[in-house]
């Protein structure tokens, strides 16, 4: 699964044990702008390096794994969920392919020749 949106954090990676570590973001997600959710993420073990080239405010596109786990402590359950993200795409391909779409927008339009009416002579 996908997910894309705007970086709102980005923390520090948390050594959880010797053994074990996470790095956690933020990501403002607006599928319906006038109300954005942020979605909380965590990157683990190897992965939390990906997130060094990645700043607060970047349009990223980031591959997830939806987690839930159940919990039994003095005979309740519990349940908790978590968002695992895996890659991450900075976006270097849709800013091109947005200064593709502009220069194309910009660009006058080539005469067939069919139409010699629109000539000024």
Do not use: H
Request: with cysteine; charged share 35%.
């Amino acid at each position: 699964m996908e997910v894309t949106g705007r970086v709102e954090r980005i923390y520090d990676t948390q050594n959880v044990t010797s053994s074990f570590k996470k790095r956690e973001f933020v990501l403002e997600y607006a599928d319906n702008p006038q109300y954005p959710e942020f979605i909380k993420m965590e990157f683990v073990q190897d992965k939390c390096g990906l997130l060094d080239d990645v700043k607060e405010g970047q349009e990223v596109t980031v591959g997830i794994n939806l987690r839930g786990r159940k919990y039994e402590k003095d005979g309740e359950t519990r349940f908790f969920n978590t968002i695992n993200a895996w890659k991450i795409d900075k976006g270097e391909s849709t800013q091109r392919d947005t200064d593709i779409q502009n220069f194309e927008e910009r660009k006058a339009p080539v005469s067939t020749g069919e139409d010699s009416d629109d000539l000024p002579f």
